[in-house]
């Protein structure tokens, strides 16, 4: 079964500290996504990724927040200056491609918990 | 926009008897409904999905979901509970135009398993 896999599996960060949340998607999957989930609430889509590029953010995704894929592996996510209302479960996931076509679903990682303090 | 909303946010049962997890969608386009599983310290697995093609969609570990159109309704069943599907559910709506893009979850289901 492939696997995505993201580290750190929990960080605490002092508030105002910058963040990176890294991911490894499985190798051929071309889109990228990273959703998050507050304690207690839903989890909610942050931003998807596709050819180097941002092809959708929600409102969440502010100028705080930034995603790069620095080599052919890692997919990471990037929280500038954390505020204490960033402390969530962080998921990764990908897909091989975007629609429901044949064999394509999405695979999530086991997420990342971030505390700010 | 898609919205879900899963109607227990706690559901108990015994083992070996049958399972039900509601789940009603709102959707202005032709929706995709998936419901996905995730056991403590575990990421999310998908366990099934609804793609416009049959309604009753079977998925793994014996779960199964019927589309209703009519009642807006995507609810998850299992014939006999096992203790190792003692875990939070969450039921899912896409906007079928934007495929996996952006996936709208619902607030989730505990289901709980007693021996």
């Known amino acids: 079964e492939p696997e995505v896999t993201q580290t750190p599996s929990h960080q605490v960060t002092q508030m105002g500290q910058e963040v990176i949340l890294r991911c490894v998607p499985i190798?051929?999957?071309?889109?990228f996504y990273w959703y998050r989930q507050i304690l207690g609430q839903k989890v909610e889509f942050l931003v998807s990724?596709?050819?180097?590029?941002?092809?959708?953010k929600s409102e969440i995704f502010d100028d705080q927040f930034s995603v790069e894929r620095p080599d052919g592996s890692n997919f990471t996510l990037k929280i500038r200056s954390t505020k204490l209302e960033d402390s969530a479960m962080y998921f990764c996931?990908?897909?091989?491609?975007?629609?429901?076509?044949?064999?394509?679903?999405?695979?999530f990682g086991e997420g990342s918990w971030l505390t700010v303090v | 926009a898609q919205s879900v909303t899963q109607l227990d946010s706690h559901v108990s049962v015994s083992e070996g008897t049958p399972v039900l997890l509601r789940c009603n969608y709102s959707?202005?386009?032709?929706?995709?409904l998936f419901w996905y599983v995730q056991h403590p310290n575990k990421g999310l697995q998908l366990l099934l999905k609804?793609?416009?093609?049959?309604?009753l969609v079977k998925g793994i570990n014996g779960f199964e979901a019927e589309f209703k159109k009519s009642e807006t309704s995507f609810h998850l069943t299992k014939p006999s509970a096992h203790m190792s599907d003692a875990a939070e559910y969450f039921c899912?709506?896409?906007?079928?135009?934007?495929?996996?893009?952006?996936?709208?979850f619902g607030t989730g289901t505990r289901l709980l398993v007693s021996p």
């Open positions: 996931a990908s897909t091989r491609d975007r629609g429901y076509t044949s064999g394509n679903t999405i695979y």
């Open positions: 899912v709506v896409s906007d079928g135009d934007t495929g996996f893009q952006k996936l709208v």
């Open positions: 609804y793609t416009s093609a049959a309604t």
């Open positions: 990724f596709y050819n180097n590029e941002i092809s959708e």
């Open positions: 190798s051929n999957h071309l889109y």
């Open positions: 959707s202005s386009y032709s929706p995709s």
